[in-house]
């Protein structure tokens, strides 16, 4: 095991070598050295989870505050339930919140999830740290927790979906000394490994560092492709008296299939009767590129009530692809008529400022908690060689052959240099005011303007040039029943401006969303905590297009509305019984539209559910601690497209795990399994139509042993 940690730690620091010369390669310049650091949260010492249970959060009134006190849904994946699920993804992490569903992901290469209805790829709704970053995918080894804001949540984060953001917290460097080394293998074919060491950096020091790295190398387990990803996260924190400053830097290289997944017949409304593990595509299917994340913090207290914080984050996203793409599909033959595609050169940058001032005063005989907040967000994506090869009817999904495709090289003038740039700048102010010992009301306003760019083309052509301003407002009150009871009712506002790169949108106004939201939460003594919420989200100046004369025409006169239930639990129900699970019953439906209304939202459940219990038996056999644990998660019914012209089937797929903690030649060691989708269970997450609807991971094992030191 000594030998194991030493070997993990040496693998990481060589990666931590040849990460820079690995971005020279791929952009042909040397990256300039950057740093990054998480925020760090001014409250009053209780942990925001304690084991399963969330506690606190700053995620929606932006100052610390425990979620009893909270006018709106808050969910929370705590890290003790990240390590037991193994979890090395967003959506593994996400399937225990209520309401969420995966949306296009992009075959597979970024995040994307509908959220009460809401979302998609590129959003902007997925965060790191509560900022803004170009990352396509925002779990990595240097995660902690997940925090999963439900409802509008654009007075405080600005352009936004109405159904709520997702926040991924980072590791913070801590003062004590203590670090871990693991290593894992996957029954699907290789594995990785994984070192997070901290503590200060010298005996008495407030200055702490923390260095976390990852290496991932596992087969894909359809016919072909594999996952390749290395991280590197080094930080310092510094903690004085009344100041902490987080400096750190995260980056990450990765190569992974881009795999659009199965095709559903159109004639059926079924999945076509082939291997789940067939790919129609072809193994150059690839798309690779790297990640640098940078952040800066400054938390200063001015006095026992005021405090200061500014955070700044800067993140590059590089990458580049090759796809057989599937444009059509003969249901008779089982022909593929397909296309050789690539974006060979894609550059996204974004730079996110945020400065707050949080406070307790009173007056007027009341005691207030005050947010004086401004930011700043600036994004820029830039696609520049478009490829588009010639098509080819040469494979067929019950005889395939691989290989008559070759991948293109032919740049698509009219496609290229893809451009979208959105400028914003804001300012907002909150104020939490007690009405006595247990009526809590907060009002939140935000004056949001935004500049926004988008086109394409050589020569260029622009489609979207738009300069404008919104005031964004909240409200809410919460009734404390019982200290540990309360129940809440908001309403609040979101917009999102309307851009497209492929065809003329000029200045139509940005989709605008309202919510109405009730609910109650409650903190059990043993441990546990509850949230239940009803909701009603109508969205407006959605874009569609029509076609008039023969021209395709956008415009912005629909709408859309959802409106459900959720429950979420996470927690202790027992001595050394731990559980998390949610339900959610959601009606996301089109309610104008020239050709869909009345149909359901694409990609989105009527209803989801999970269950996830762990027991803790103690000492076994010597050992510390065994834990054993499983759970199920399910899916309803979803829509594949915007048309319901095909549906996903409804799914249920459980998982369970062992770990055994104990001493080998007195260093502490863990020994892990997880099992996932025990029942071996075909199920499809996603669709972006009937030609690509993505396929859940089979049956799998992940052994995994880790050393403390």
Known sequence: MKTLACVACAVTMASTAAFPALAEEATGATPAPLLLGPVTLIGDGVAPTVGYQPKRSSLATGADTPLL??????????????????????????????GVTQGNTLGGTQDAFMKRGFGDNRDGSTMRDGLRTAMPRSFTAGADRVEVLKGPASTLYGILDPGGLVNVVSKMPELTQH???????????????QVDVTGPL??????????????QDT???????????????????????????????????YQVPFDRGTIFDAS????????????????????SGFTQLARIGVNHKIDSNWAVSVNYAYSHNWYKDDQARVTAYNARTGALTRRADATQDSNVDVHALRADVTGKAEFAGLRHQLLFGASYDHSDTLRTDLIRGSTSTAFNIYNPVYGRLAPSRNVVASDSDQTERLETSSVYVQDSVELGDRWIALAGLRYQHY??????????????????????????AVYKVTPDASIYASWSQSFRPNSSISSYIGALPPEEGDAYEVGAKVELARGLTATAALFDLRKRNVLYSEVVNGLTVNRTAGAVRSRGFELDVAGDVAPGWSVIGSYSLLNAQVTDDPANKGNRLANVAR????????????????????????GARYAGKRAGDAANSFYMPAYVVADAFASYDTELHGTPVSFQVNVKNIFDKTYYTSAVN?????????????FQTKVRF
């Open 69 to 98: 006190d909270v006018p709106q849904a808050v969910s929370v994946v705590a890290a003790p339930v990240l390590k037991d699920q193994a979890v090395r993804t967003l959506d593994e992490a996400l399937a225990n919140v209520s």
């Open 179 to 193: 670090g871990e080394a693991a290593a894992w293998v996957s029954s699907f074919g290789g594995g990785g490994g």
């Open 202 to 215: 010298a005996t008495g020091s407030n200055l702490a560092y923390r260095f976390v790295g990852d290496l």
């Open 219 to 253: 087969a894909y387990w359809r016919e072909f492709g594999r996952i390749r990803q290395k991280t590197v996260a080094p930080s310092l924190a510094w903690y004085g008296e009344d100041t902490t400053v987080t400096l750190g830097y995260e980056y990450t290289r």
């Open 268 to 287: 059926t409304g079924k999945a076509v009767p082939v291997s789940r593990r067939e790919r129609f595509d072809e193994p150059y299917n690839v798309t």
């Open 451 to 476: 500049d926004q760019f988008a086109g394409r083309g050589r020569p260029f052509n622009v489609n979207t040039n738009v300069q404008d301003g919104k005031l964004v407002p909240r409200v809410g």
């Open 607 to 630: 209803s989801t559910a999970s269950l996830f219990v762990t027991h803790d038996f103690g000492s076994v056999m010597g050992g510390t601690a065994l834990r054993i644990g499983g």
């Open 690 to 702: 009937n030609l690509g609807v993505a396929v859940g991971e089979p049956l799998q094992a992940v």
